[in-house]
């Protein structure tokens, strides 16, 4: 018998990225079709990985930064 969900650790294995964070996209409603049972997420085994929204600001500091000396 196949299963049709997966956790978010299996997710997280499957996408490459910690399952901390798909958790965290399972709370805000960035997974489609994804279910809690109790205290457990289940994803559908064929859902996408979301779009990464967060923002990185170390970028925008950097590309911002003004050195000493230059005009």
């Keep these: 018998m196949e299963l ?3 956790t978010p650790l299996q997710a997280a294995e499957k ?3 910690k399952d ?4 965290a996209m399972c709370a ?3 997974i489609e ?3 809690k049972f109790g205290r ?10 979301p779009k990464d929204g967060r923002i990185n600001n170390r970028r925008v500091v950097a590309k911002s930064k003004i050195t000493d000396g230059e005009s």
């Design 40 to 49: 457990v997420w289940l994803i559908p085994k064929n859902a996408q990985k």
């Design 15 to 17: 996408w490459g990225i």
């Design 20 to 23: 901390r964070r798909v958790q």
């Design 33 to 35: 079709g994804v279910v």
């Design 28 to 30: 805000n409603g960035d």
């Design 4 to 6: 049709d969900w997966i």
